[in-house]
């Protein structure tokens, strides 16, 4: 069975920043970077409880790209199989960027 997944607002405009600043360096560069957060979104889908808990109360994980130093966090409620995409941050980011968000 599918998980659902939801993606926060602020998410597509972190992807956004990023892909921007990507593509400033190097033509074609942003646009790789979207396909790639796509992708974990899609294999969240399939299984998101693959990766480790990362939180001490809430279900929040993180996954990475393959090749970007980004983590896609997300908490995942297991009662409804559903996945909430809470930040696209990159990884020298401290984890206050995320969690002050509402």
Same mark, same amino acid.
């Given at each position: ?20 600043? %990507?593509?400033? &360096?190097? +033509? ?5 970077? #979207?396909? @790639? ?6 294999? !969240? ?18 996954? %990475?790209?393959? &090749?970007? +130093? ?5 908490? #995942?409620? @297991? ?6 995409? !809470? ?16």
């Amino acid at each position: 069975m599918k998980w659902r997944v939801f993606i926060r607002p602020q998410v597509e405009q972190d992807m956004a920043a990023a892909a921007a600043w %990507y593509e400033e &360096r190097q +033509p074609g560069l942003g646009l790789e970077f #979207v396909e @790639e957060v796509i992708a974990v979104w899609d294999a !969240l889908e399939s299984n998101p409880l693959l990766n480790s808990r990362r939180h001490p109360t809430r279900n929040i994980r993180w996954k %990475y790209p393959k &090749r970007f +130093p980004y983590r896609i966090i997300f908490e #995942v409620d @297991e009662a409804v199989q559903t996945v909430i995409v !809470l930040a696209v941050l990159h990884a020298a980011r401290h984890d206050s960027r995320w969690q002050n968000r509402h």
